[in-house]
């Protein structure tokens, strides 16, 4: 299989990376060799196997219910690209 | 064409845990901006999330009180999308692995037609934990939006149901069901105004007898009982005129605005998400032994339809118990009051005495807790007090009409049962001697009305035991006066 | 400088014939020599470094000092270090002053060991030449035009240099072990969970480990000593009783069964390698050591089943560069949308877009089974490869890498030939087991060559002593690059 430059636009949409038509036409390309790399496993029979999500076999430890935390808000903002009265500042959100 | 409406509600409810699902930072309502948002909250590069014990007892409990499968071996899932309250741009979630599946919920429904209550099993598609997001701020910062990320990572419970429900009552029946159980169980302190507790209402409708589904606008956050009843209502009639007039329902999400109580779109299936899910490699499935499930359920109060069923079983009605169980509060202030009862209610013979003590609770107490705006928590009278007052009733000693003057007085404070009744000279007349006297001066004062009797007019006699009770200035037995004055009357 | 062994530089600390103070200013100075040329270091801050010698100084002075108290090391920019710039060698974060530490430093701090600065690597630890660093690219120390390897490229580099005499490093598909190798020192990636994550910038949460880089299996054991242990906050630590790594250094190698797994020896290794490898095989087999062939049938997938599980996890853990909390925000955009995609897109490099793209496509709607999770399930079959493997060996030997050093420039243009870089060093990051890397010789470029060591789980202190005898009787990891200037 292989990447269509729309392909390209669509997952660059899904990820928020700006992508210009010309960007997209190399990226294209260059995924696709990397597909070509991925390809070789497709033939593999995995029927039966249980997916890896993790290095180890073990089980979530948790933590107990408790607050730990102190404010540091101000010291998190100092650098912040924009904040006002305690506030991220980003361009209208629009719903 | 005859329509039938297709309702499957989702519900966010906020645990009630000290800190966040993630993180330790505290879950408090109310504090300045980002002052609850800590390292992990607002996702500072290489920072990892850590379980909250708390809310998975939460989920456990909820699991066990609707009867569900709970899954012994659960897994978090990586929800991706751009969103500024979303710092991660992900959110944590359950997909594949859900803590809780299956599980159903009595609900009642109030039948507006014969005025009778209609009792409906709703069954729930699965519970999930997650992870809420922050808050955007949309008042004016130079034409930016704040971001608050004080509620970002506050453990969220989302309750899915069936499609099951048929009109906007059954769905606000099913809403008040799970409110009520969710605080009574104790896992959602339930303030819907400061989004503890948020539904989002799945809505189709189809020709009566269509097996197949139509297709459904999603309202979302729905933040009170009387919302959720518009909006469906709204959504509902919409999506018949609209296949009326020849038009099609594309699957959307839509936003209510209570001003106008329209629904409208926010955005529709084109636009949806490409969440890519996939499971968390920060976190590692977590596993429920059955100890532990069981260590939960011993801390879990007596639930309430466990109370509905016993309260029943008392002789109440499906009304009344429906009522007395409408919270923890309430039932364990109705029982409270029977158990102070003296004597206390036999098994079996309790019926008349739990039908006075729920009259009382949900007469008397209700109207005046109602009026006052109080919780009964926070009730003037105690269940000791009102207990007492039955008692009173039952022994005799006071008519219903003076017992609501000794309420009066337990409300305003004036002190115990006894001491009012004898302080406000209270106390029913129960000497036949003196009872004798009045009926005695009755009669001679009203020939007229004995005449009346005498010739067979039932209307008279009525008069004349009005004219007692005024006498005794509503202090006679009712039923001693009765007694009496047939005697005299024959 | 001449023995600069951990052993030894402790040892004239606890003698007081150095100060923490002046052998940091030596370093300093090193550095301030060698890194204009060699660009090991992103961040260099004197002033700090010498502050927390002086602590050091103090604490020896006081006698509460640790094994490694005073000895100053050098931190891969991956590590959140509270006041310190922590760029991840990416433009995103080019004025992101951490502030908080990461487990690992603060475990450093804990020790006593001043840090040295924050070294150079690829963006967001992604390649294996260090040519997709922000902040340029570091050159090798053996020879300027060549790659130091990657994505620890400025940790392997300042050691080789002797900038530093240690420093940390993280490895999700071998970004300890193929720079060790392609400059001549030894690095070990720790069994998965040994080593918290907590404020390690995160590239693949289910690979990533980060692990120690010094000349010697000894300064690696002294280190891993610091490194490990139980952190609560993060949910994949694992929790075990405190070891001591250096507990079998001289153990006799006798009866030691080694692993050689054909796939390794296969096509496409060099001949100059694959010589000095079989060398060492040798010289393994006269501490005592018996060899069995071994096969790892599925390690040829290890590349492919890795392209798509650690760009599906960059993808996701890269979501939060977004211009909104820190970091870098694009100066114009039209909407919040477009300040996203512009923050994005010129926030990160080629290489970290390629792979977030990769990673977004494989989770993607319609693609999840054919891609993610038949990946996850050949991850299972290269550790059940691997479990098989050790009923008939204690270590598995091969090479750290297929050739030496390359060019600058050489393989930049072409991904799928950089990324076959780490054919050898990815199954240990999948099956989530120890791996070492160490000097074996060099070619006649006079490019060091490395020597991989994949142990069973936890058996670190076992494949250190391999290393460690083999080091007693070869020097080559004691040889540093000369005429450095």
């Known amino acids: 299989m292989s990447l269509s430059p729309d392909d390209v636009k669509r997952i660059a949409r899904l990820a928020r990376i700006e992508t210009s038509d010309a960007e997209a036409q190399a990226t294209q390309a260059q995924l696709n060799t990397i597909f070509d790399l991925i390809a070789t496993m497709q033939a593999v029979d995995t029927r039966g196997i249980a997916p890896m999500a993790h290095a180890q076999e073990v089980f979530q430890r948790l933590r107990d219910d408790a607050v730990t935390e102190t404010d540091r808000h101000a010291a998190f903002q100092a650098i912040a690209p924009a904040v006002e009265n305690g506030l991220y500042l980003v361009p209208k959100v629009i719903e | 064409m005859k329509w039938e409406t297709v309702i499957g509600l989702e519900v966010h ?36 999330p850590v379980l909250n014990k708390g809310a998975v007892e939460c989920a456990i409990k909820f699991g066990l009180a609707i009867g569900a499968t709970l899954n ?121 105004q400061e989004g503890s507790f948020r539904v989002d209402a799945n809505v189709s409708v189809r020709p009566v007898g269509q097996t197949e589904f139509g297709t459904r606008r999603e309202i979302k956050n729905l933040n009170s009982f009387r919302f959720l009843q518009q909006a469906i209502d709204y959504e509902v009639r919409w999506q018949i005129e609209t296949l009326e007039d020849g038009g099609r329902i594309e699957q959307a999400t839509v936003l209510f605005d209570p001003d106008t109580g329209e629904t409208r779109m926010m955005r529709s299936k084109e636009d949806a998400h ?187 006699f009525n008069a004349l035991v009005g004219q007692v009770m005024k006498a005794s200035r509503g202090k006679a037995n009712p039923a001693q006066v009765n007694e009496l004055l047939k005697g005299k009357l024959q | ?69 005073g000895v100053p090391i050098a931190h891969k920019d991956i590590f959140c270090t509270d006041g310190w710039l922590t760029t991840c060698g990416s433009k995103m974060l080019h004025n992101f002053v951490a502030p908080y530490d990461a487990h690992v430093i603060q475990r450093f701090k804990a020790a006593g060991m001043p840090s040295l600065g924050k070294t150079n690597m ?81 590239f693949a949460s289910s690979l990533d480990q980060a692990g120690p880089m010094a000349p010697s299996a000894e300064d690696c054991a002294l280190l891993l000593n610091v490194m490990t242990g139980f952190d609560p906050n993060d949910s994949t630590s694992l929790e075990r009783d405190k070891e001591d790594y250096t507990r079998d250094l001289g153990k006799p190698l006798t009866g030691l069964r080694v692993g050689l797994p054909r796939e390794f020896f296969a096509e496409g290794l060099n001949n100059e390698v694959a010589a000095a490898v079989d060398a060492a095989v040798e010289e393994l087999k006269n501490l005592g050591a018996t060899t069995v062939e071994i096969s790892l049938a599925n390690s040829k997938l290890a590349i492919p089943v890795y392209y798509v599980l650690a760009p599906a996890e960059a993808s996701s853990n890269l979501s939060r560069f977004d211009g909104v909390r820190y970091g870098y925000r694009a100066p114009d955009y039209a909407s919040l949308d477009d300040m996203y995609c512009k923050t994005r897109a010129q926030g990160f490099g080629a290489e970290v877009k390629r792979r977030i793209l990769i990673g977004a496509y494989v989770l993607s709607h319609g693609y999840y089974d054919a891609y993610y999770l038949q990946a996850q399930k050949i991850r299972r079959l290269i550790a059940d490869d691997f479990n098989e493997a050790f009923k008939a060996c204690d270590v598995i030997l091969g090479p750290t890498a297929p050739g030496t050093a390359f060019k600058l420039g050489e393989k930049s243009d072409d ?36 020597l991989q060591l994949v142990g069973n789980y936890f058996s670190e202190a076992k494949m250190l002593n391999v290393a460690h005898q083999y080091q007693r009787t070869t020097d080559w990891h004691a040889r540093a690059p000369e005429g450095l200037k």
């Open chain 3, 122 to 202: 690829d963006e967001f630890a992604m390649g294996s030449s260090n040519e997709t660093s922000h902040f340029g690219p570091v050159k090798n120390p053996w020879n300027p035009a060549y790659v130091p390897g990657g994505s620890s490229g400025g940790a392997a580099a300042c050691v080789a240099a002797r900038m530093a005499p240690a420093a940390t490093g993280t490895d999700t598909g071998g970004s300890i072990r193929q720079p060790a190798a392609l400059c001549g020192i030894t690095g070990l990636k720790p069994t998965y969970g040994l080593v918290s994550r907590y404020g390690m910038i995160a």
């Open chain 3, 415 to 450: 991904p799928v030939e950089m990324y076959l870089n780490d054919l050898y060093t990815i199954p240990a990051n999948l099956a989530g087991l120890p791996g070492m890397s160490l000097p074996c010789g060099f070619d006649t470029r006079g490019l060091p060559i490395g």
């Open chain 2, 13 to 48: 409810t906020q645990l009630a845990t000290k800190s966040k699902i993630f993180s330790g930072s505290s879950t408090a309502f109310g504090a300045a901006p980002n002052t609850q948002a800590n390292a992990v909250d607002i996702a500072l590069p290489g920072v990892l």
């Open chain 2, 274 to 460: 490409d969440y890519r899910y996939f499971p968390d490699p920060d976190l590692l499935p977590v596993r429920l032994t059955d100890e532990w499930i069981e260590q939960v359920r011993a801390e879990m109060p007596e639930l309430p339809q466990v109370k509905l069923a016993k309260y029943r079983m008392d002789g109440l009605s499906v009304y009344d118990a429906t009522a007395l169980t409408s919270s923890r509060a309430t039932a364990e202030y109705f029982e409270a009051v029977l158990a102070s009862l003296s004597p206390s209610p036999s098994p079996g013979g309790s019926g008349e005495q739990a039908k006075l003590a729920a009259n009382w609770v949900m007469g008397e107490l209700a109207a005046a807790l109602n009026k006052a705006e109080l919780d009964i928590a926070q009730s003037p009278v105690s269940a000791a007090q009102l207990g007492t007052l039955i008692t009173r009733i039952q022994d005799g000693t006071l008519s219903g009409k003076l017992a609501k003057q000794v309420f009066e007085g337990l409300w305003e404070g004036a002190g115990e049962v006894d001491a009012i009744i004898e302080a406000r000279g209270l106390k029913q007349m129960s000497d036949s001697g003196e009872l004798e006297k009045i009926i005695d001066d009755v009669l001679a004062a009203n020939p007229k009305s004995v005449e009346e009797f005498r010739a067979g007019k039932d209307k008279a």
């Open chain 2, 72 to 192: 012994r071996v659960n897994v978090f899932d990586r929800k991706n999308y751009f969103y500024p309250d979303l710092p991660k741009g992900y959110q944590i979630s359950q997909l594949a692995k859900p803590i809780v599946e299956g599980g159903a919920l009595t609900i009642v429904v109030p039948s507006t037609s014969s005025g009778q209550s209609e009792e409906r099993v709703i069954h729930l598609t699965r519970a999930h934990m997650e992870e809420d997001a922050g808050k955007s701020l949309h008042e004016d910062f130079h034409g930016m939006t704040g971001i608050d990320l004080n509620r970002a990572g506050t453990p969220l419970l989302e309750i899915v149901s069936e499609p099951e429900m048929r009109s906007s009552a059954e769905a606000v029946a099913y809403a008040r069901a799970l409110h009520t159980l969710v605080t009574w169980i104790g896992i959602c302190d339930g303030n819907m």
């Open chain 3, 1 to 69: 400088m001449s023995d600069t062994s951990l052993s030894t530089l402790a040892a004239q600390l606890a003698a007081k014939q150095v100060s923490s103070r002046e052998l940091a200013q030596t370093y300093l100075d090193r550095i301030a020599a060698l890194n204009p040329s060699i660009n090991a270091f992103i961040t260099v801050d004197p002033e700090k470094t010498l502050l927390e010698a002086a602590a050091a100084d103090a604490l020896i002075a006081a006698g509460q000092a640790g094994p490694l108290t």
